[in-house]
């Protein structure tokens, strides 16, 4: 969890990661506990930083590792209410693994038209499970704040 949050910091301030620091983070997003608490930075502080890191494994890991970086992504921008980049994220995702459960809970929200903040609760999960294992992740920005 550390190492994404330290690396999403890296990649929004410009710097790249090497391809052992992509390798490491692709692997690690195959972790559910992991992956369930990366939800929750769509909604933290540095959301910015996390979708750009997201972003950027999702172009470079191939499948099926980039399938979770598509989700995130897809997740960060449908909980910051940008349907379309949140459509095309989830409709890599379900072509790469069509039978990826919240690829598919997600597409079907996003194309039912639930409304974002109703979608941003999702990130609730990721601080109650970052809580049960001690770890401390950027506090939440109110809906309709910019991610930083």
């Known amino acids: 969890m550390e190492n994404a949050l330290a690396a999403a910091a890296r990649v929004a301030d410009g710097q790249s990661l090497s391809d052992t620091e992509l390798a490491r983070l692709g692997c690690a997003l195959g972790d ?6 990366l ?3 769509a909604v933290g502080e540095n959301a910015g930083a996390a979708e750009s890191l997201w972003a ?3 172009r470079v890991l191939p499948e099926p590792w980039r399938v ?11 909980a910051r209410g940008d349907g379309p980049l949140a459509g095309v994220s989830l409709q890599a995702a379900l072509c790469c693994e069509p039978g990826h459960r919240m690829a ?22 990721g601080y109650q499970r970052a809580e049960q294992l001690g770890i401390r992740l950027p506090p939440r920005r109110a809906f309709g704040q910019r991610a930083g």
Request: net charge negative; charged share 20%; glycine share 4%.
């Open 56 to 58: 950027l494994l999702a």
């Open 68 to 78: 979770e970086a598509l989700v995130l992504l897809a997740f960060s921008a449908y």
């Open 39 to 41: 939800y929750a930075l």
């Open 104 to 125: 598919g809970m997600l597409d079907t929200a996003l194309q039912s038209g639930l409304r974002p903040e109703h979608i941003r609760d999702i990130a609730v999960t």
């Open 32 to 37: 559910a506990r992991v992956r369930d608490m």
